[in-house]
């Protein structure tokens, strides 16, 4: 009875055509990819001791990973998966200090396989913390580093794997495709819009007038706005890439080319903005226009989701009875 | 949207659609077979070319203008109530996804959800348009017919369709909004031809015929769920027009005290009171006179 359901609600509903094999192919998996040869090389880094390098690759790996996390849909596909990302990077998902747990590992002997016995302790904010505020000639501290960079990779390759052997399933539903694709990037921007920039800028409903630079995701590495713009370029990937089949082109399918032609403006805008931003620019007048832009980008998603849903703006004759 | 009248034959949300006119006519013809006393007035002229039937023919024309060029540009839309919903959600209670159900879950819910809802919203409104005064006024529009068409359904006063479509934006906009917030664009509708499937489905059984002659009844037990033609026919009629407002469902009759079943009524006549009857029997009548009497009466 249930497939029968299912099947009549698939077969019953509009179809739909998704971001194809393509964009899989060279976003999705080539985002994780990039991310995973940054983790490396951070790895083979720290090895030799090379903390300038490191400091310089963090911000590679960040601008990878954030793209990797903004397009993040492995949960959908399988839900053993939707929690991966918080076992590498736990902005806004844990309220524990972990600079005060890391200092005391430190300053300790115990042995490191168990004291970092935390999945916090093994985030890409962990690593950021030792590499930009440790000294990484400190035979611990790099010991410490190196656990951090082979957990980063280890779910890395993880999420690879996993992409990998979900693709068929992501590929033949489109209508499903599609739908947690939009989802993602609905999350991605709010998390953008009320966590990266409204909680430093004091826009968000929780810090509102009351801006603080610490509350950056990447505050100690100044990476913030290079996570920013990578998010954003992420989006671009997603809705408005020119040589393959993007949500972009299934909205404009659909008939809602205007509502995705404004999203692209938005996100173009935005760009443009963090582009010229420096750090300490979340806290001014150009953070505080970049929320404006973020919140425009995220209403105009959710525009593109009601196109989604044609039936909502039609009147229906249920009068006259 | 449709301007041109005729466009309503070809549009699966149109009560006459072709496909449900046509289903209709099927029902109505074996309905028929089976009670030959029936077939005399209901092929007869005298009901098709009947004074009130002609006036629904003509005011169908008009309003379906009207709707378009004058009441849809003042109307909110769903849309505009479902991204307000969900802004309004989201600065409350902060960015949430409702985690652990597949599509085709949150597709059913959200398909019965908006059904029942959107049912019940219709059966408050029409009773409201019985029991408030000042809305009676312009609902007599609609029961001032003598004879039942199909296309009395669309026999209402713009302030009527004005009222259905807020109804329709803030139902709809309501279970949307929530339902996007909850879930996304994860969420969708099980339809048939772009229309919620239980509408269609309902649609399709005949609901042509509660505006006519045929009075199919579907026995005492489904008519405590499910409104049967003849029990809106009895709801059109001058001694029973205080029962049975509901549109497809006959549940909420029931839960709130105003179901009646074909069983209890045999005889039924058409229209409001004698006195009242020449106010709207006229096409600038049926506009006009509503706020006359509401002017007469204070």
């Known amino acids: ?321 | 949207m449709a301007i041109n009248p005729l466009e309503y034959l070809i549009d699966p949300h149109r009560r006459i659609y072709w496909v449900f006119l046509f289903s209709s006519v099927v029902i109505a013809a074996v309905f028929l077979w089976f009670n030959p006393k029936k077939r005399r007035l209901n092929l007869s002229k005298k009901l098709w070319l009947h004074p009130s039937a002609l006036l629904d023919y003509g005011y169908f024309i008009f309003i379906s203008v009207f709707k378009v060029l004058v009441i849809l540009p003042v109307l909110i839309g769903a849309k505009e109530v479902a991204l307000w919903v969900n802004d309004f959600l989201l600065t409350q209670y902060g960015f949430v996804r409702i985690e652990g159900f597949s599509y085709s879950q949150v597709m059913v819910s959200f398909t019965l959800i908006l059904f029942v809802l959107s049912d019940l919203s219709r059966y408050w409104l029409h009773r409201f348009l019985h029991t408030v005064p000042w809305l009676w006024a312009f609902h007599k529009v609609h029961h001032s017919a003598k004879v039942l068409t199909p296309l009395t359904f669309y026999r209402v006063h713009p302030i009527e369709s004005l009222l259905f479509g807020l109804r329709y934006s803030f139902v709809i906009g309501l279970v949307s909004g929530v339902f996007i917030y909850g879930f996304g664009a994860m969420i969708g509708i099980v339809d048939i031809l772009g229309v919620n499937a239980l509408a269609f489905v309902f649609s399709f059984v005949g609901s042509n015929l509660r505006h006519s002659h045929i009075g199919i009844s579907f026995g005492a037990i489904i008519e405590h769920f499910l409104i049967s033609p003849k029990q809106h026919q009895i709801h059109h009629s001058k001694q029973h027009i205080n029962v049975n407002f509901g549109g497809f469902l006959a549940i909420w009759d029931w839960f709130f005290n105003s179901l009646v079943l074909s069983r209890d009524v045999n005889r039924v006549k058409f229209g409001i009171k004698y006195s009242e009857m020449k106010y709207f029997s006229r096409f600038h009548q049926l506009i006009f006179s509503p706020f006359f009497l509401l002017f007469k009466s204070k």
């Open chain 1, 1 to 321: 009875m249930k497939k029968v359901i299912i099947l009549t609600a698939l077969l019953f509903t509009f179809c739909a055509n998704a971001v194809d094999k393509v964009f899989f192919e060279q976003v999705i998996i080539d985002n994780v990819e990039r991310s995973i040869v940054s983790i490396k090389q951070i790895n083979a880094s720290i090895k030799q001791g090379q903390s300038k390098k490191s400091q310089a690759l963090f911000a590679q790996l960040v601008r990878h990973w954030k793209k990797v996390e903004a397009t993040y849909m492995l949960g959908d596909l399988n839900e053993d998966f939707l929690d991966t990302p918080r076992y590498i990077d736990i902005f806004h998902g844990n309220n524990e200090d972990i600079k005060a747990q890391l200092d005391l590992i430190i300053s300790t002997s115990d042995d490191l396989s168990y004291a970092l016995y935390k999945h916090s302790h093994k985030t890409i904010n962990a690593l950021e913390y030792l590499l930009f505020t440790q000294d990484l000639s400190n035979a611990r501290v790099s010991a410490m580093a190196l656990i951090m960079a082979k957990s980063i990779e280890r779910y890395l390759q993880e999420i690879k794997s996993a992409y990998q052997a979900h693709q068929a399933k992501f590929v033949q539903d489109e209508q499903f495709a599609s739908a947690i694709l939009l989802n993602t990037l609905v999350s991605s921007a709010y998390a953008l819009k009320e966590w990266r920039i409204g909680d430093v800028v004091g826009l968000s409903k929780k810090y509102k007038d009351h801006a603080d630079a610490q509350r950056a995701e990447y505050a100690i590495s100044q990476n913030s706005t290079v996570a920013i713009l990578s998010i954003l370029q992420a989006h671009k990937q997603a809705i408005d890439a020119p040589n393959y089949k993007d949500f972009g082109d299934v909205a404009r399918k659909f008939g809602a080319s205007k509502e995705i032609n404004k999203t692209t403006d938005y996100l173009n805008q935005a760009i443009a903005q963090v582009e010229k931003m420096q750090e300490q620019d979340l806290l001014n007048a150009k953070g505080k226009s970049l929320y404006q832009s973020t919140d425009r980008l995220m209403n105009s998603y959710y525009l593109s989701l009601m196109n989604k849903l044609g039936f909502i703006s039609k009147v229906l004759d249920a009068d006259g009875d």
